[in-house]
Each structure stands twice: as C-alpha cells, then as structure tokens.
C-alpha cells in the first residue's frame, strides 16, 4: 500500500485508478501525471517500486494544489464571494442552488431533507 499526498491508496488497484483517490486529482489529471513520469498506467499499485513512488509525489507537490491547499483555496473563494455579497454568495449562505436550478420541488441535496408540517397533531389512540 502506497502512500501518496497524506493518502493510503488502495494496493489491489491500477495506478491509474488509485490516485483519483486524491482529492483534486481525476482520471485525466491521473493519466498526465503518469505519462510525465513514464510508469505504466496498467500496474497495479502494490508492484510499484519506491523510485516511481518518489517521481509520483515530487510531480504532485510542484506542479498541482492538492488535498489541504485545494479545499482551503476552495472555502477562501467562497468566503470571498459571501463578502462581497455576490449572488452566489448569498445562494452560499443560504445553502441553496448557485446555478440556476429550480428550488419549488427540486434542489433535495442543498435544502436538505424534507421536513413534516409544523404543529400536526396525531389522532389519539383508542
């Protein structure tokens, strides 16, 4: 088992697949990163030797925000669109759909789950 960025990834994988477990990595980011370095995207992770290891990491610190860096850039922009009270940034703060999408029956994952009328009493038991 590998260990990659701060991540364990999966031995029983192609390396191809296994570092899209790294946040900020998909699969035509994982194929780059692999031609750069010249490994085979076919082998699988836990036949990997510590030099490709070494080459896979120094091409992730220098060239691609990763992990930590990524998801604190990510809460900065949207901290910055909520200061200056943009459009989005409202739709932030208020936890609704930024695109466009409509809200009347739709948009479950951003409203969260439905909630019961308020106040509805049950009919007692006899």
Do not use: F
């Not at 296994?18 to 750069?36: A, C, D, F, P, V």
């Not at 604190?72 to 901290?79: F, G």
């Amino acid at each position: 088992m590998a260990r990659i960025a701060g991540i364990d990834l999966p031995g029983n994988k192609r390396i191809e697949i296994g570092l899209t477990y790294i946040y900020g990595i998909g699969l035509s980011r994982s194929q780059e990163i692999l031609k750069k370095t010249g490994i085979d995207r076919n082998i699988k992770i836990i036949n990997l030797n510590d030099e490709q290891i070494v080459s896979i990491r120094q091409i992730l610190d220098n060239n691609y925000e990763i992990e930590g860096n990524l998801k604190r850039l990510e809460s900065i922009n949207i901290k910055r669109l909520m200061e200056i009270n943009s459009y989005r940034g409202k739709r932030h703060r208020t936890g609704l759909p930024l695109r466009g999408q409509r809200t009347r029956t739709n948009a479950r994952t951003r409203r969260g789950s439905k909630k019961t009328m308020a106040g509805k009493k049950k009919a007692p038991k006899k």
